[in-house]
């Protein structure tokens, strides 16, 4: 349970946004669970691409709130430069996940880079590839992301990537509340949005501007947007960010009965 951020593209305010998102670790919608505290204050993490979009690369993470972290404000002022991806992560933690520093979001293998919103029951039960080794203490997030890996792993040359990912998004076999992710290998950034429960809350809204788009779990306030251009991205979608100038494409999630669906 936790807000994302993905931004793609040379976008000049880039930096007034991530510190504009800081905001949601303490104001950001929350479950409609009785008992719930408020804010994503469990953890904090962001990762850029590189200079020649080869991978993705770790910028920070930190336990605790964004808004009242020092390091988040440092880690944003000294970056040189805008990196062509940015990802950013705010955690709640789920109920039976541990609020240690090695489950902090983003997680990363092999120049990629995932961020998560949802809940994954029985998230260990996921095939995995036997090469992909846990750094996390049991993360749901973490096996989703091995899950999704591995299937691009025994992907077919037939299929993009893309579509390996939709195929295994529409694929799982355990029950979740959101799969709401955004992963990238530095070249091109996937937005996965399925959701199954409190619509509400796991949202994903997208802000196109002529430079790249702006990905984030709730609207951002800032002089340089208009409010009413924030579009909800559709549930059960996969969306492709890519190209030069920037584009977006949506992939439909295999219904069951559908190719791509096992």
Request: proline share 6%; charged share 20%.
């Amino acid at each position: 349970m936790c807000r994302l951020l993905g931004i793609y593209g040379k976008i000049d305010f880039w930096q007034e946004i991530v510190m504009e998102f800081r905001n949601q670790a303490e104001n950001g919608k929350i479950p409609p669970v009785e008992g719930t505290a408020p804010g994503h204050k469990h953890g904090w993490g962001m990762a850029g691409s590189n200079g020649d979009k080869t991978a993705m690369a770790p910028v920070a993470r930190q336990l605790g709130s964004a808004l009242e972290s020092s390091l988040y404000k440092e880690s944003v002022d000294l970056w040189q430069g805008m990196p062509d991806i940015f990802l950013g992560h705010l955690r709640k933690a789920s109920g039976n996940v541990p609020v240690t520093p090695a489950n902090v979001h983003p997680f990363f293998h092999d120049g990629w880079a995932f961020i998560h919103n949802g809940t994954v029951y029985n998230a260990e039960s996921l095939p995995r590839h036997p090469s992909l080794t846990l750094t996390s203490d049991e993360s749901d997030t973490e096996h989703l992301f091995h899950y999704l890996l591995s299937a691009l792993m025994a992907g077919s040359e037939k299929q993009t990537t893309g579509q390996t990912l939709a195929g295994a998004a529409a694929s799982m076999k355990t029950d979740y509340t959101s799969i709401n992710s955004m992963l990238s290998d530095g070249e091109d950034l996937y937005v996965i949005r399925e959701y199954r429960r409190w619509e509400e809350y796991y949202t994903l809204f997208c802000y196109s501007l002529p430079a790249g788009f702006i990905i984030c779990s709730e609207r951002i306030d800032s002089d340089h947007l208009d409010p009413a251009r924030w579009v909800l991205l559709a549930n059960n979608s996969l969306f492709r960010i890519h190209g030069s100038p920037p584009k977006m494409e949506r992939i439909p999630l295999p219904q069951p009965g559908q190719a791509g669906t096992r």
